[in-house]
Structures are given as C-alpha cells and as structure tokens.
C-alpha cells in the first residue's frame, strides 16, 4: 500500500497549495505567483497519480494528454481577450463532459454501494447539463447563435417534466444498476436539461448563467470525487462550487434580480412599462467633444460591452493618455455585470495597459460622480440607465447603476438609437447633459485621438 | 463511514473556498474563473486512473475522452489565467 499512500500525501500538498493559490489571488500583485502555485499543485497531483498501482496501460493516457494538452496551449495562447467568456464557457464544459465520463467509467459493473451509485448518477446528470449547457453559452456568447432568449410554449412544463424524468430515472438506476438503459437515460435527459435551461436566457444575463456554470463544472468534479473515493476531487471540485456561487450572487445583485428569476424568466417575457419616454436627443460630432474634453478636469470612462465588440479598448487607452496629457485626471467606472462576464471589462483595460487602480467600482466611482466633468459612455447602456434609479415601471428599476447622469457632462457613444440589449428605454440619452456621439466607438474614439494630436 | 467522511471534507472544503474566493477582488473575477476551470480539470486524476486500468474496453475509451477533456481544462485554464493575469500592471509615478 505505500503507492496509495503516496498518492494520497500527494494529494494533501496539491490541496495545500490550491489553496495557497486562491489565496494569493486576492491581489494583482500576487495573482499571478497563485496561479502558478495552483499549477505546480496539479502537475504533484497527476504525476503521482501515475504512480497508481491500478494503472498498467501508458499509452491512452498519453494519447488523451497530447490531445488534450495540444488542443488547451493553442487555445489558450490563440484566444482574444474579448473572446475571453466563449473561452471560459468551453472550459466550463469541458469540466462538464469530463466528470460525465469519469462517474460512467467508475460504474463498471454497478456492484458498489447505493451511496456510491447516487454518486455516480450525480456526476454524470451535472456534467452532463454543465456540458450542454456550456455549449448553449458558448454559442449565444460567440454569436453562432441568437443571443436573443429562446421561449417556447410550455416550456415550464417540458423542464418539470425531465426534472420529474431525472429524479424517477435516479431512482430506478440506484435500484437497478445493471441495466444501462437507465444509465442512457440519465444522460439523454442531463444533455437535453443543459441546452433547455440555458436557452430562454438572454444575452444580457450571461454573466449569471457562465458563474453558476462555473460553479457546476466544479459540483460535478466534486461528484465524480464520491463516485471513485478521492479526497482530491471533492476539496478542489468544492473550492470551484463556492468560487462560481459567489460570483453568481454578485452578478444576481448587480441586477438586483434573484437568481430563479434570471433562470426562469427571460427578459423577453417582462411587460413593457406604460412609462413612455420622450424627449429630444442632442447629437454631438467628434469634433465637437474634443472642444469639451479638451477643458475638461476629471473625465470618468465607463465602458460596457459595445467596447468589447468594437475592440475600442486600445483607442480608450490612447485617449486615457492623451488626456493626462492635458492635465485631466481619467478615472474608469466598472459595472459588475458590464460586458459579457465578471471582470470581462477589466481584463481587456489591462490588455490595453491600463493600470488597476484607475478601474473603480461602482461604489467608489458614484460618489464622486457629481465632480466629474465628463463622462464618457462607451456601448454601456443598462448598467447607466436612470430608470433602473427613478422609475418605478421600468423592468430594470432596482439595479443598482454608475450614475453617470450626475456628471456636468455625458458622452454616449453608440451605434445607433435603437433600445439596449434588455429592450428597455434609456432615459440618459434625452438628459439635458446628455450628448450624444453616433457611430461606431472605435471610430469616434480615434477621431477624438486624431483631434488632440492635431492641436 | 467512507460516506461520512467525504462529506465531511467536502462541507469544510466549501466553507474553506467562500472565505478565500470572497478576498477576491471585482477585478480579478475573469482569472479567478479560468483558474477555476483549471482547478476543476483536477477530474484528470480520476481519468488517469479509468484509461490506465484497462478494466474494460469501454472504461479504456471513457477514461480516454475524459482524460483528454480534463487536460484542456488544466493545460488551457492554467495557461489563459496566467496570459490574463500578466497584463494586470499598476503604472508607476501615479496619476
């Protein structure tokens, strides 16, 4: 027994240093060392994991790692920093699909104890739904698929219905685990639940949906750990369950909706408020702005995810610089659920060099809101709108927003006047400080670099 | 008692990560999930041992798939995390 015993100490130091790696994941600064802890916890994992008596054959195992390995470093090294969620979704997936197999190589014959089997059944319907439905995500977030929810007639009562199929189905597996027509079953119905709960959400929602995936991909881990008995699984499958729950929770709140509702009613189903708004929108060339910026002191930047997908946020760091430059202070206001994922925004300012601590939050940003000179939206439209703070109709009203309107001058910078991703009037646009900067953000936002760098 | 004791780590684990993951600060949130998909290939070691064991052919060609799947986990997270966390930098000199 002194492999397993080997084995199983390895297992205690890579538990030891996931943790260390989270830990130090509580700052830029360290963040990356973390990661790198983190790393070096799994590498002790797998090689002493080959050291395993029960393993005789070598070369499967090194077929799936050349493959898998292959596939991941392309990935990761190729992927663009705006494609970042379709990244995280797959991933998410992968978890999934993963731990689906390994609970249905660990059944065997079915002759282990019910608790196990229950296990097993576990892994494989939340790996299962984590897959799919890590594939829906992937498809609305990299626009293969309308972004738009997807609701059907009856869809209620479809979903209980395979709800109700999945606990009979469990049951008649644990009872009978010898017979694999249940066993298909159960996977038949996980695969179908992911596509269908995922898609009657919208675009809008998606960061809810890729944490609580997230979060998923690390229950089934833990699942898989009950199923084949390792200690391992269960610690780093439940530190990624708590990593996706919390930031599903703060998602949710960001929205101030629960999370059944983000589930369960897609925006496309909230009634249209009576609150008509109108009002006389104020247009604003790019020449013009550059006027205004040019006096202004404190120029706040809040970007939503119509700068991810004009790729503006290089441009934004031109003109952040350009600015300071003139004497301004530029300081950028973040959303939490700005963009398509938690920290999305975030990550691509970084990409474009901007240093962290100009990125404040919500709360830090809003009170000082009323001596900013100029705020800049750029493809935000939700997170900025004052009905969510004023009107009592409106479908988003309660989410807390960066109240950019309190500034003494707003920049919006759209493509066009049409309604944001929610359907849902902006009452911004029509604000008296309000101007507004149409095309497309890039665009704008280089005219405005051309503009200080003709002066 | 085997039952008890797993679910005895698993409780611990999860209070254990939402006291880590909550010092995680708003601008670290995209790593933080792709070094979770990371964490969570830890699957791999349960394949490893289902595709060297050659029990069966079918728990070869599972373990195969998973092993295969996990390691784009562990080898994509661990990688795309640190490209990410490269690029957080604080400028010097201040504002």
Not at chain 1, 232 to 241: C, D, E, K, N
Not at chain 2, 9 to 33: A, D, N, Q, W, Y
Not at chain 2, 42 to 65: C, D, N, R
Request: charged share 10%.
């Amino acid at each position: 027994m002194g492999s397993t015993l080997l084995v199983n100490l390895s297992y205690i130091v890579a538990s030891i240093l996931f943790i260390f790696g989270l830990k130090l994941l509580s700052h830029p600064e360290t963040a990356r060392r973390g990661n790198l802890l983190s790393a070096v916890g799994m590498l002790i994992a797998i090689v002493f994991t080959l050291f395993d008596q029960a393993i005789v054959d070598f070369k499967w195992i090194a077929i799936g790692i050349a493959i898998g390995g292959g596939v991941g470093a392309l990935a990761a090294t190729r992927v663009a920093m705006t494609a970042m969620p379709e990244m995280v979704a797959l991933l998410n997936g992968f978890g999934g699909i993963a731990s689906l197999l390994v609970g249905w190589a660990a059944l065997g014959d079915g002759s282990m104890p019910g608790f196990t089997l229950l296990t097993i059944y576990l892994s494989i319907l939340i790996g299962g739904v984590t897959f799919t439905g890590s594939l829906v995500a992937w498809g609305k977030l990299s626009e293969r698929m309308p972004g738009r929810p997807i609701q059907f007639a009856g869809q209620k009562v479809v979903n209980s219905a395979i709800l109700a199929a999945i606990v009979l189905c469990g049951v008649m597996f644990v009872v009978n685990p010898g017979a694999s027509a249940w066993l298909y079953l159960a996977i038949l119905l996980a695969v179908v639940l992911g596509v269908l709960a995922v898609i009657p959400i919208g675009g809008a929602d998606m960061p809810v949906v890729i944490s609580l995936l997230n979060s998923y991909s690390g229950l089934a881990a833990c699942a898989a750990g009950f199923a084949i008995n390792n200690n391992v699984l269960i610690v780093a499958g439940a530190l990624v369950g708590a990593s996706g729950i919390i930031l599903t929770n703060i998602m949710c709140k960001a929205m101030n909706r629960s999370l059944s509702n983000v589930l369960f009613s897609g925006f496309g189903s909230v009634k249209q408020s009576a609150i008509a708004i109108e009002g006389e929108v104020k247009p604003l060339s790019a020449s013009d702005a550059y006027y205004i910026l040019e006096a202004a002191q404190t120029v706040a930047i809040i970007p939503g995810y119509g700068m991810a997908v004009a790729q503006a946020q290089h441009t934004v760091k031109e003109l952040q610089q350009l600015l300071e430059n003139n004497g301004a202070e530029v300081i950028y206001g973040i959303h939490p659920v700005a963009g398509r994922m938690p920290g999305h925004m975030n990550v691509l300012l970084a990409e474009a060099d901007v240093s962290y601590d100009l990125l404040l939050e919500m709360d830090a940003i809003n009170p000082r809101m009323e001596t900013v000179d100029v705020a800049i939206v750029i493809g935000a439209n939700d997170v900025v709108n004052p009905a969510a703070r004023d009107m009592e109709g409106s479908p988003i009203y309660g989410m807390p927003i960066i109240n950019v309107d309190k500034a003494r001058t707003v920049f919006v910078l759209k493509r066009s006047m049409a309604s944001g991703f929610a359907g849902v009037d902006n009452p911004l646009f029509f604000k008296d400080n309000t101007r507004m900067i149409f095309g497309d953000a890039k665009e704008t936002l280089s005219h405005l670099v051309r503009e200080f760098g003709d002066s | 008692m085997d039952a008890i004791y797993l679910l005895f780590i698993l409780i611990l684990s999860i209070f254990l990560g939402f006291e880590l993951i909550r010092k995680v600060p708003s601008t670290l949130h995209t790593p933080l999930m792709s070094g979770a998909n990371a964490i969570s290939g830890i699957t791999l070691v349960g394949a490893l041992v289902a595709a060297g064991a050659q029990s069966s052919t079918l728990t070869t060609v599972l373990g195969t798939g998973a092993v295969a799947f996990a390691t784009i986990n562990v080898v994509g997270g661990y990688l795309v995390t640190d490209r990410m966390l490269a690029m957080f930098k604080k400028k010097q000199g201040g504002k």
